[in-house]
């Protein structure tokens, strides 16, 4: 592991920020303690500061006035905190590394600050709120934050517990997937479960249809494509005796074609609404087109890559990594060329994203903060 002396200099600011994260944290849209953490910080060190973006979503300004030979770049760290149990209010913990993202940020921040007079172009560094699930990133879209400078390139990090400290994986294309939801209400008919003829059982209904939503994947796909629909939660009926009139079914569906994403949501719309027509009931779908699928620039991605390399060595650079899980920095993705890159933060025990003991090392600041600093380099040094 290569790190640079002005990287190494701010080990214990790295950690320090990343500390203070971590004993305050807030759910999506409610992160109002960690925003004047990181207005206050950026402020000090020179930076032009929005704040309440989006809510609570705070960016912040460096560099040269954007010309048409100046490029303005964009880093990107979210920072919610995950709420551990729906039944307790108080169990919010940063189980997904948005901390470590924060001060990854905040430490390149120090690093330009002191380096202003040699930044050729803009710096734009985005703390967003809401990226679990919430929709923070659309939001700080809308409200103007690929442009006034106009973004030139997007980049984020993902610190990653399914790849070893000191490794760093990276993809061109598709890295994560698409994440969409659907509710799915089958509507029977109640009555006496020993007179099943005079009713519309919709547990009955509800078993067909999730058998059949399997079929959508291994028989209206191409077997080359990746496409998940998982059933997450199931509820209906009352009694044991009393046939059931309602059951909920919620799901989700994941691929790394965005042009899939449209031809499944309508399978589901149809083959729902169809079984449970041909029981005698009917079917009501709410299908969410939540998060597209994160998918690099070829250009970027090569780019991350090979400065990759020269940070952790060649042999721990995984070059064609990618997960079915989904992040937010998508929608960026849409509208600018650049890359999502994964920090691998997996120590001697195993703990997976979201769970209560996931813990991020500083390595994985070191590292994530070096290559951030390169890729400035790369583009306005």
């Known amino acids: ?16 920020d990343k500390a203070f994260f971590n004993s305050h944290p807030e759910l999506g849209f409610n992160e109002h303690i960690t925003a004047d953490y990181i207005s206050s910080t950026l402020i000090s060190l020179g930076f032009s500061v929005k704040k309440n973006v989006a809510g609570t979503g705070v960016v912040g300004l460096l560099g040269q006035d954007q010309d048409k030979n100046k490029q303005c770049i964009l880093f990107r760290a979210d920072m919610d905190a995950v709420l ?28 330009l600050s002191k380096n202003i007079s040699d930044l050729k172009g803009m710096v734009k560094l985005v703390f967003q709120p809401g990226e679990e699930g919430l929709g923070g990133a659309e939001l700080m879209i809308k409200q103007g934050v690929l442009d006034y400078p106009h973004v030139d390139k997007v980049f984020a990090l993902h610190v ?13 294309g598709a890295i994560m997937a698409s994440g969409d939801e659907f509710t799915i209400e089958v509507i029977g008919k109640s009555g006496h479960a020993a ?8 547990i009955a209904i509800a078993s067909q249809i999730i058998t059949a939503l399997q079929f959508i994947v291994s028989r209206n796909i191409n077997p080359l494509e990746t496409v998940v629909i998982s059933i997450g939660t199931i509820f209906g009926g009352c009694n044991y005796n009393t046939i059931c009139e309602k059951v909920t079914i919620k799901g ?10 449209q031809y499944i949501s309508e399978r589901i719309k149809n083959t729902s609404i169809s079984i449970a027509r041909c029981y005698g009931g009917d079917a009501i779908i709410d299908y969410r087109h939540k998060h597209p699928a994160v998918v690099n620039s070829n250009e970027e991605a090569l780019m991350v890559s090979q400065l990759s390399e020269t940070i952790v060595g060649s042999r721990n650079v995984i070059k064609n990594y990618k997960t079915m899980c989904t992040e937010d920095f998508s929608h960026y993705l849409q509208y600018s060329q650049g890359a999502l ?22 390595s994985a600041l070191l590292i994530g903060l070096e290559l951030f600093y390169q890729i400035t380099k790369k583009y306005l040094y």
């Open 341 to 362: 890159v994964f920090i691998g933060c997996q120590g001697e025990r195993y703990f997976p994203q979201h769970n209560p003991n996931y813990y991020v090392d500083e």
């Open 252 to 261: 989700t569906c994941r691929t790394y074609n965005n042009q899939i994403r």
């Open 84 to 111: 551990m149990n729906p039944e307790d209010p108080s169990s919010v913990k940063h189980t997904c590394g948005h901390d470590a993202h924060m001060a990854i940020l905040l430490g390149l921040a120090r690093i």
């Open 195 to 202: 007179l099943p003829e005079k009713c519309v059982d919709a």
């Open 160 to 172: 990653w517990s399914e790849l070893l400290e000191g490794e760093i994986g990276i993809q061109d």
């Open 1 to 16: 592991m290569i790190i640079s002396d002005e990287v190494s200099r701010l080990k214990s600011k790295l950690i320090e």
